[in-house]
Structure formats: C-alpha cells, structure tokens
C-alpha cells in the first residue's frame, strides 16, 4: 500500500503517538554516516587484543580432586576417643568419657583434653593395657540352641563364644542377646561404635522373628498383640505380625525393640507358650545359605549397608 504523500507516520512514544517526518530519517542516516567515519578512523591501528573480561573468565582453571589432595595430604592423626573405640573398648561417646574421667593416658601422661589426636608410635594405655587398633571384624553366626549368649560361663554350660573361636585372632563380641533356646541371626564384632548403634532403642534396629506356639493363635489376639500390649514393664507394639506356614500356631513379628525376652513375654501375657523361636532377621542380615551352627564373614557390602542402617 502506497503512502500518501505529505502524510507523517505515527509510532507510540512514551508521551502518545509523535510524527515522524522525512527530517527524522536525515537525522538518522546522519547518525549512521558519523559511526562510519568513527569505523574508518580506527582502521590500521593496532589491535588492542581481546577484552579483558573474556581472558580472565575464559582462561580461569579450577584444581582437580586429585591437585587438591596434592596440596593437602591426609593426617596420620587420630583422635584419641576414635582410637580407643577402634581398640574395641567402647564407642566414641563412652570413650570421651574415659578420657574426661582421666583414664586413659598416652605415652605416660594422662590425658583429659576432649579432642586431643594421637599420631603413630604413641602408646595409649587404658585400665593398665596398652591399647592397640584392630582390625575391624563383622561376624554373622547361625546361633543353635542351647548355647547361651556370653563369653564364658562359670557353670560350664555352651556358650556361642565356641562357636566363633576360630573366626579370628581379633577378640570379637556378641551384639546383643538371644536367650539360651533362641536361635538364628547373631552378629559379632570388635566395633565398638557399632555395637552401641545397633543395639540402642533411638535407632530402631529391625528384627524379625518366626515364632512357634504351643497352640493356634486366636485371631482376636492376634489383634490384640497387632494394636500394642501393657506389659509389666510398659507397652508394647510390633512394627507388624501375621501368621505364617499353613497352622495357625506360626506367627511372625517384626518389631525394634531390646527389652529382655520381649518376644516370649507378648505372647506368655495372653496366655500361650513359646515352644520355637528364631530370629531370621537382624538389622538388614539373614542367615540365607548359612547352617545352624555355622559363621561366616560379612562382605564389604554389607558392612557398608550395616552402618548405613545404624545411622
């Protein structure tokens, strides 16, 4: 469409519409003939290379992971409360403890300072021994009945530390306990830290356990054990249970709690025995492929899930 002549054009401008005439095109091709010569007045000067902007982002290196450790090599350093606890005395907690009672000493002196790191070759003594960082062990045993659960026994009855004799040279311990007619998954190990996780209530360890009464098990009661139980000792409710097998008299529980006897004592509350018990399930760990009465070594991956689990 052609234009009429002496019409002015009109574009919206902050204050309203203004005209645009034929000046305001002189004035800009003016504008533009004025950078032109500005172009040429530069032409065969020397060049003033690029920005510095650009060299100083676009040449800038960052240190890689392995430069990084370069120019910070890693400590020989221990604290003393880790120390203790790789010793297999105690956890962390309790060995600060130790020290802030005065316990403990090294090379002679008796130390108190929380914090305080020993380097290689000191000599740290605690209760007249000197201490020395083992090697972490992790032991799964298939517990048998009839074995009780400790060191030794003065009575000279079995107990599972015979069971594990030969696992290693490190001396390891039992975590937690299963009664002398419990069976199933026990753990062992020299961690002190560890041990003290997994068997602490605030960290809610999961167990679970295939249980055999002397009779069925009402399904009213199993309701009952199901919505939580007053037990002489304070209420009690399973993370979950159901039965199991094709009788009625198998059940399986899943509960977090360490309260001595717990599983027998629910079920005693309404009146029914335990005849078989076995913990097919403790913290992540089965007894899957393992013969009752038999040990074997945890894998490093399962260690690494183990004390993921415990927090």
Request: glycine residues 10%; proline residues 3%.
């Given at each position: 469409?052609?234009?009429?002549?002496?019409k002015?054009?009109?574009s919206?401008?902050?204050?309203?519409?203004?005209?645009?005439?034929n000046s305001?095109?002189?004035?800009?091709?003016?504008?533009a003939?004025?950078?032109?010569?500005?172009?040429?007045?530069?032409?065969?000067?020397?060049?003033?290379?690029?920005?510095?902007?650009?060299?100083?982002?676009?040449?800038?290196t960052?240190p890689?992971?392995?430069?990084?450790?370069?120019?910070k090599?890693?400590?020989?350093l221990?604290?003393?409360?880790?120390?203790?606890?790789n010793?297999?005395?105690?956890?962390r907690?309790?060995?600060?403890?130790?020290i802030?009672?005065g316990?403990?000493?090294?090379?002679?002196?008796?130390?108190?300072?929380?914090?305080?790191?020993?380097?290689?070759?000191d000599?740290v003594n605690y209760?007249?021994?000197?201490?020395?960082?083992e090697?972490?062990?992790?032991?799964?045993?298939?517990?048998?009945?009839?074995?009780?659960?400790?060191?030794?026994?003065?009575?000279?009855?079995?107990?599972?530390?015979?069971?594990?004799?030969n696992?290693?040279?490190?001396?390891?311990y039992?975590?937690?306990?299963?009664?002398?007619?419990t069976?199933?998954?026990?753990l062992?190990?020299?961690?002190?830290?560890?041990?003290k996780?997994?068997t602490h209530?605030?960290?809610?360890?999961?167990?679970?356990?295939?249980?055999t009464?002397d009779?069925?098990?009402k399904?009213?009661?199993?309701?009952?054990?199901?919505?939580?139980?007053?037990?002489?000792?304070?209420?009690?409710?399973?993370?979950?249970?159901?039965?199991?097998?094709?009788?009625?008299?198998?059940?399986?529980?899943?509960l977090?709690?360490g309260?001595?006897r717990i599983?027998?004592r629910?079920?005693?509350?309404?009146g029914?025995?335990?005849t078989?018990?076995?913990?097919?399930?403790?913290?992540?760990?089965t007894?899957?492929?393992?013969e009752?009465g038999?040990?074997?070594?945890?894998?490093?991956?399962?260690?690494?899930?183990?004390?993921?689990?415990?927090?």
């Open positions: 469409m052609s234009r009429i002549p002496g002015k054009r009109f919206k401008s902050k204050d309203g519409f203004e005209g645009k005439s305001g095109r002189k004035k800009r091709e003016e504008k003939s004025g950078f032109r010569e500005k172009r040429k007045s530069f032409a065969g000067k020397k060049s003033f290379g690029k920005p510095a902007f650009k060299s100083k982002y676009r040449k800038k960052y890689t992971a392995t430069a990084h450790a370069e120019e090599p890693v400590s020989d221990v604290r003393l409360n880790k120390y203790i606890a010793a297999g005395i105690c956890s907690r309790e060995a600060d403890e130790l802030a009672a316990a403990v000493s090294v090379n002679g002196k008796v130390i108190t300072e929380m914090g305080y790191k020993v380097k290689p070759g000599v209760g007249g021994q000197t201490l020395r960082q090697k972490m062990q992790y032991v799964l045993l298939n517990k048998p009945k009839d074995y009780i659960t400790t060191m030794d026994d003065p009575e000279g009855r079995k107990h599972v530390m015979e069971l594990v004799r696992a290693c040279r490190e001396r390891i039992p975590v937690g306990r299963l009664d002398r007619s069976t199933g998954v026990l062992f190990t020299n961690d002190g830290e560890l041990t996780r997994l209530p605030r960290y809610g360890i999961k167990k679970i356990y295939h249980v009464l009779q069925n098990l399904h009213n009661d199993l309701q009952k054990i199901a919505e939580g139980l007053e037990l002489e000792d304070g209420f009690i409710k399973p993370d979950a249970i159901s039965y199991t097998g094709e009788g009625k008299n198998e059940v399986g529980i899943e977090h709690s309260r001595n599983v027998r629910i079920f005693e509350h309404l029914y025995r335990v078989k018990l076995d913990r097919v399930f403790f913290a992540g760990l007894k899957k492929n393992l009752r038999r040990w074997r070594h945890l894998t490093e991956k399962e260690v690494a899930f183990l004390k993921m689990t415990a927090g």
